[in-house]
């Protein structure tokens, strides 16, 4: 496995994340740690989640997933195997929301607890919080890095102008800065993350870690109606953004790479991702070990140029 650096942190990371927001939701505890032992043993060690998961499920309150990948760690032999990402700010219920300073330390000892580890490898802001200025939160994001319970921080959801804003600051005042990025970007969301994200990250040396790869599924191709979603937990919420002209456009050439290539839709959609300038590593979800043999598969597929240029084509956004 050819591991990438991530910023300019020490961390190294696989070229693909695999994403735990399913971890103690779609997948169980059981079927949880199953596909993360299948994961490290196929050599990838990145793993991204948030103390927000799954607070969305009726009887959840967060910290389900972190929980789940907790009790796998506790197992033993693996921890110095994996880069452990986790983030803060979402709203958690109760006021536990945002990214004062005494939110974050509140938050990094309930995470660090679930996951039963001294130290998070990779702690990020989950979005901005714009009622709280930047030079505390990146502060408090500091001294945890200097009491050794965090050793990178990154950021998640930020806009170009405030990830600027942010960078400079860290420079400034001599503070830790953030290492990755954090975006939406997949082959349907692509304006917001090219049009500005991308030259600045490159131009800073920031790792991205994409999320969404797979559009929550969509680009897989098993969501071509409002019949398709309505029969998903989660395909209900990809029908109104990605059934129209332009998501049906990009399913066919995804189909007809596909066919080509002898591989699956959701197969060539993370290879894109992965092939994309300033990509470190696109983050997805796989709920079976069927759907993660399939992930590991799309990192050995390798696009040709009439299939990047097929692809670019299909999903322009004009």
Not at 151 to 177: D, V
Not at 198 to 214: D, K, N, T, Y
Request: net charge neutral.
């Amino acid at each position: 496995m050819q591991l990438r650096p991530l910023g300019q942190s020490p961390l190294k990371v696989s070229p693909l994340c695999l994403g735990g927001n399913v971890f103690g939701w779609t997948a169980d505890e059981k079927t949880s740690f199953s596909l993360l032992d299948a994961w490290v043993d196929a050599g990838f060690n990145f793993i991204d989640t948030a103390d927000v998961y799954s607070t969305w499920v009726p009887g959840h309150v967060g910290g389900e997933s972190e929980t789940v990948i907790g009790r796998w760690l506790a197992q033993g032999g693996r921890r110095d195997r994996v880069v452990i990402a986790t983030k803060v700010g979402m709203d958690m219920g109760q006021g536990r929301v945002g990214l004062k300073p005494a939110r974050i330390r509140e938050a990094v000892e309930q995470s660090l607890r679930r996951l039963q580890v001294d130290c998070i490898d990779l702690y990020q802001a989950h979005k901005d919080d714009e009622d709280t200025p930047l030079e505390e939160t990146l502060e408090a994001f500091g001294a945890l890095v200097k009491q050794g319970k965090v050793r990178a921080i990154g950021a998640s959801n930020y806009g170009a102008a405030r990830l600027s804003q942010a960078l400079e600051a860290s420079r400034r005042l001599g503070l830790p800065r953030y290492e990755s990025l954090q975006p939406l970007y997949n082959l349907y969301d692509r304006a917001a993350f090219e049009k500005e994200l991308r030259p600045l990250c490159q131009g800073e040396g920031i790792g991205v870690i994409s999320f969404h790869a797979l559009a929550a599924g969509f680009l897989t191709g098993k969501y071509r109606s409002e019949a398709d979603a309505g029969a998903s937990v989660r395909g209900a919420s990809t029908t109104k953004k990605y059934l129209n002209e332009r998501g049906l456009r990009i399913l066919s050439a995804l189909d007809e790479v596909a066919a080509r290539a002898g591989c699956k839709p959701g197969q060539v959609a993370v290879a894109w991702a992965m092939a994309q300038p300033g990509i470190t590593a696109p983050i997805a979800s796989a709920t079976s070990l069927p759907q993660l043999q399939e992930l590991l598969a799309a990192t050995r597929l390798k696009l040709d140029d009439e299939a990047l240029q097929r692809l670019d084509a299909a999903s322009r956004e004009d």
